[in-house]
């Protein structure tokens, strides 16, 4: 018989979406807002924050006026937590904020076409992120005589 084991216990490494990757209290959610935006696209504002943690963190805040259906606010949160995971990013607290419309409560609610712009969007952001810690973290280019 195999050995099984649960998802989530390899911590090196790890890809899951644990509570300790969560920014899930208020106070929390404040001390990233505080700071002023990193990064905005056509539909979000990401907010980010060094922590003093191993690994970083995500909240994501989709308010019901720019998506008036659950489903949408859903899906949205769904995609930004899939590349959050599948990201490499330093310890960083990440509040992505949806700041503009998706769509009206008579549209469609997660079509392929949405999904597909808000993945490249919110991958866009974590890039970026990714991208600042390894210029922050790489030497110098060696000056020429």
């Not at 998506?67 to 995971?85: D, G, M």
Request: aromatic share 6%; proline share 8%; hydrophobic share 40%.
């Amino acid at each position: 018989m195999a050995s099984c084991t649960p998802v989530g216990t390899d911590r090196e490494g790890s890809h899951d979406f644990a509570r300790v990757r969560r920014i899930v209290k208020t106070d929390e959610f404040s001390s990233v807002f505080r700071l002023r935006p990193t990064q905005k696209t056509a539909h979000f504002v990401l907010y980010t924050r060094h922590n003093q943690l191993p690994h970083a963190r995500l909240g994501v805040v989709v308010a019901k006026r720019f998506a008036p259906r659950a489903a949408t606010r859903n899906t949205i949160k769904r995609v930004a937590r899939e590349l959050f995971r599948t990201s490499a990013l330093p310890p960083i607290d990440c509040v992505v904020r949806l700041s503009r419309a998706v769509n009206s409560k008579d549209g469609p609610a997660t079509t392929m076409r949405l999904k597909a712009e808000l993945r490249v969007e919110l991958s866009r952001l974590f890039a970026a992120q990714v991208a600042a810690q390894a210029r922050s973290v790489a030497p110098p280019p060696p000056s020429s005589p």
